[in-house]
């Protein structure tokens, strides 16, 4: 069965960092394109970045760009979100997600993470 396993969640404080990292099983990695999106309260779901099947597009939305580093190791079959200077606005739950296709920062991916809490106090 597919699964994405999404850990390195918690509470931070402002300006402080945390890593995000996903294991993926029961699909072929390589081949996925991959990224995460968060839900804040309130607010609707967003992409924060994503990295292609190999690692040769990578994209970041706005709000994140220049903090926040995605990676993907192949052969452990992983995606990271290093997630630097976070601010109160990066609250909220994030998705680890996976697609065959590339959809970048602006499609629903077709395998969803189970979602990690992500607190930055201010």
């Known amino acids: 069965q597919v699964q994405l396993v999404a850990s390195g969640g918690g509470w931070v404080q402002l300006g402080e960092s945390l890593r995000l990292s996903c294991a993926v099983s029961?699909?072929?990695?390589?081949?996925?394109?991959v990224g995460w999106f968060r839900q804040a309260p309130g607010r609707e779901r967003e992409a924060v970045s994503y990295i292609s099947k190999n690692g040769g597009s990578i994209g970041y939305a706005r709000s994140v760009r220049g903090r926040f580093t995605i990676s993907r190791d192949n052969a452990k079959k992983t995606v990271n979100l290093q997630m630097n200077n976070l601010k109160s606005e990066d609250t909220g739950v994030y998705y680890c997600?996976?697609?065959?296709?590339?959809?970048?920062?602006?499609?629903?991916?077709?395998?969803w993470g189970q979602g990690i809490q992500v607190t930055v106090s201010s």
């Open positions: 997600v996976a697609d065959p296709y590339y959809h970048g920062l602006g499609a629903t991916y077709t395998y």
């Open positions: 029961g699909i072929a990695f390589d081949y996925m394109n």
